[in-house]
């Protein structure tokens, strides 16, 4: 899903291949983020419901990436809406802080379990400047990063 400033909608794709539209809205919690106005917005893992132990649904929690001129990745966690108009409740004050050096792209998201506090403890996976990165002393041999220059 691609956020930006404008608003967007949310498609249903029917069996047939035909859309109809469940829900439109405007992303007013990316103002408040003037930085990011300059960015490519483009989403990330999917999102992940967020629910109590009884199943009532409070929100997603995903994560986003803003991608400047120079194209370095930036990532945000961010909560939306649990039904349509699936409105954007919150994004991260600041990045999340990913090891890499230009590309860090979130690609999963996971539920671990419970927090201490009764929050949930979400795990995620990403890619950095499109290798895959391993220390040397775990994994066998070929699942290794080779070093630069090699």
Same mark, same amino acid.
Do not use: W
């Given at each position: 899903?691609?956020?930006?400033?404008?608003?967007?909608?949310?498609?249903?794709?029917?069996?047939?291949?035909?859309?109809? $539209? *469940?829900?439109?809205?405007?992303?007013?919690?990316?103002?408040? /983020?003037?930085?990011?106005?300059?960015?490519?917005?483009?989403?990330?893992?999917?999102?992940? $419901?967020?629910?109590?132990?009884?199943?009532? %649904?409070?929100?997603?929690?995903?994560? =986003?990436?803003?991608?400047?001129?120079?194209?370095?990745?930036?990532?945000?966690?961010?909560?939306?809406? %649990?039904?349509?108009? =699936? /409105?954007?409740?919150?994004?991260? /004050?600041?990045?999340?802080?990913?090891?890499?050096?230009? *590309?860090?792209?979130?690609?999963? $998201?996971? /539920? $671990?379990?419970?927090?201490?506090?009764?929050?949930?403890?979400?795990?995620?996976?990403?890619?950095?400047?499109?290798?895959?990165?391993?220390?040397?002393?775990?994994?066998?041999?070929?699942?290794?990063?080779?070093?630069?220059?090699?």
């Amino acid at each position: 899903m691609l956020y930006s400033l404008e608003p967007h909608v949310v498609l249903e794709l029917h069996g047939d291949g035909t859309t109809s $539209l *469940v829900a439109a809205t405007s992303n007013a919690v990316f103002a408040r /983020r003037p930085h990011l106005a300059a960015a490519a917005l483009h989403g990330g893992a999917a999102p992940l $419901l967020i629910a109590s132990a009884g199943g009532t %649904p409070f929100y997603y929690a995903a994560v =986003f990436h803003a991608k400047d001129r120079r194209l370095a990745y930036t990532n945000y966690a961010y909560t939306f809406e %649990p039904r349509p108009p =699936f /409105r954007v409740l919150s994004v991260g /004050r600041r990045p999340l802080r990913l090891r890499g050096e230009r *590309v860090r792209f979130v690609s999963g $998201l996971a /539920r $671990l379990g419970p927090f201490e506090e009764g929050d949930p403890l979400l795990g995620l996976s990403y890619g950095v400047d499109d290798r895959a990165r391993c220390p040397p002393a775990h994994g066998p041999p070929e699942h290794r990063t080779p070093p630069r220059g090699a």
